[in-house]
């Protein structure tokens, strides 16, 4: 066992040195490091390393071997990820090398420095690729242009091992959250991710200190997260313009977005501020211009109303001064706003209910900026909000409908790769779905289009596909303030004509 796993240990740095984690001097010191970790008094591999180097299967034997000799003890899923997270950070450069290099590469090109800590981010494991490529994926194509559907299977739930060993753990404020820049070379625990080959770039926009991270749940290309130092809440106001356009005038290539900053409307984090970009043409970019606006004073700047489910208008000026200031009159109208008629109200009982996600990128040498008008009124009839997703597509999307799935890319629960699997057989051997409990919640959803169709085993998946697509292209029409009806355009336009 003892030469098996020091067979492992070689392959692990040599993974290490192949993807520029290390450089060959570091073998003998990296050997020694992972040998200690693992309890191996004497290093004796016998043989070299193997030719190809599957990571998640070399993780997952130094993991069993962790277990079998009681280095580690057997807590599932939670408690391997915190051990080979462990291992991997001992092979991941230290931050001021990697900031060093970063630096070095963006004074050549912010393209080349973004590529290298991307590059980075996925050999290093903070990014589990081969976790990500089990994500379902596909397009559907509706009223509004190709949106992206995507099901999210590369986030692991906790197992009831991992539950048990979390309620006996001493819960701590260290990390205040999971963007604290604290958790940068963190151990993490049961509740909390290890996060040891986590590195940060430090930015300056807007005159304040930020970071840019990758997410470690890539759900687009290069799919990246920017952090305040600063552990405060989030909040959407001018200098959040100032920010994004600092940001897109140093990464050209990235767009960069917030979600909203108040509950039901915005994001799952609103504790700490923080933005999300990447390398990635959403579908709400492609989407054209509906209606051209023109505002007084900013002749300068493009604007129109977007052709989208969501209430969007879009700014482009090669000025990005000018759109900072128009974004934030827009802003500050919008956050005042009622119109009873269109069950817009800016507050009840002292509630704020208008924000805007807004969304920032370059074209060539313009500034664009898309301003996504939301509002997080709860009624009677919905109760979880009125624009929101609405009772009968529960089924498919409850959660909050946040930064992504505005631009048009739909971040679906992990459930729904086996319930789909139970729908289709369902629908090809004509049982009832709504004798079985796991896929009852879907019976009503299938009843309004299953007379469409003759299912068969070959096209029933690319059937429920397209399904899902529309239900989420009428998800994002819930969330819209402003439906694309006569009388929802009459309605916005009766704000731009408050600004």
Not at 56 to 81: F, M, Q, S, V
Not at 98 to 104: D, E, H, K, L, Q
Not at 137 to 147: C, L, Q, V
Not at 340 to 351: F, K, M, Q, R, V
Request: proline residues 4%.
């Amino acid at each position: 066992m003892e030469a098996n796993v020091c067979n492992l240990i070689v392959d692990l740095v040599e993974y290490a040195v192949q993807n520029g984690l290390a450089e060959g001097e570091d073998r003998t010191f990296l050997y020694n490091r992972i040998s200690d970790e693992l309890g191996v008094m004497e290093f004796c591999p016998d043989r070299g390393a193997e030719e190809r180097i599957d990571l998640e299967a070399l993780l997952g034997a130094l993991c069993d071997y962790a277990i079998a000799h009681k280095i580690i003890p057997d807590r599932g899923i939670t408690g391997r990820d915190l051990f080979d997270t462990k291992l991997m950070g001992i092979l991941t450069p230290r931050p001021s090398e990697v900031i060093r290099t970063f630096r070095a590469l963006y004074a050549q090109s912010p393209r080349k420095a973004t590529d290298y800590y991307y590059r980075l981010a996925c050999a290093s494991d903070y990014i589990r690729t081969y976790r990500i490529k089990k994500d379902l994926k596909w397009t559907y194509t509706g009223k509004y242009g190709e949106i992206d559907i995507t099901v999210n299977l590369s986030k692991p739930e906790k197992d009831p091992k991992a539950i048990a060993a979390a309620k006996k753990q001493k819960q701590t404020g260290y990390p205040k959250c999971a963007l604290c820049r604290e958790n940068e070379g963190f151990a993490g625990s049961m509740t909390q991710a290890a996060r040891q080959s986590h590195r940060l770039i430090p930015l300056t926009i807007a005159g304040q200190e930020w970071f840019l991270q990758y997410s470690p749940y890539v759900y687009y290309n290069e799919h990246c997260i920017v952090l305040s130092s600063e552990h405060t809440p989030m909040r959407i106001d001018r200098s959040t313009f100032v920010k994004q356009m600092d940001f897109v005038e140093q990464f050209p290539h990235y767009m960069l977005g917030s979600n909203a900053d108040l509950p039901i409307v915005g994001g799952s984090i609103l504790t700490h501020d923080h933005m999300q970009g990447g390398r990635y043409t959403f579908a709400m970019e492609r989407a054209p211009i509906e209606k051209e606006l023109h505002f007084a004073g900013f002749e300068g700047v493009k604007a129109g109303i977007v052709k989208w489910p969501m209430s969007v208008i879009r700014l482009t000026s090669p000025d990005r001064e000018a759109l900072i200031e128009l974004s934030d009159r827009i802003l500050g109208k919008w956050r005042a706003y009622s119109d009873e008629a269109a069950d817009i109200l800016a507050e009840s009982n002292g509630e704020p209910h208008n924000t805007v996600t807004p969304i920032a990128r370059r074209r060539g040498e313009d500034f664009e900026i898309d301003l996504v008008l939301r509002n997080n009124r709860t009624t009677e009839e919905h109760p979880l909000g009125l624009f929101h997703p609405h009772a009968d597509k529960h089924n498919i999307k409850k959660e909050n409908i946040g930064l992504i799935e505005v631009m048009g890319l739909a971040v679906l629960p992990a459930r729904l790769k086996t319930e789909m699997n139970l729908l289709a057989g369902a629908l090809v051997n004509g049982t009832d779905v709504a004798a079985d409990e796991t896929i009852a919640k879907h019976a009503d959803w299938v009843k309004g289009f299953a007379h469409q169709y003759q299912f068969t085993e070959e096209n029933v998946h690319a059937i429920l596909q397209a399904e899902i697509g529309k239900t989420f292209e009428g998800v994002l029409e819930d969330a819209g303030v402003y439906k694309c009806s006569e009388e929802g355009r009459a309605a916005f336009l009766r704000f731009i004509d408050t600004i």
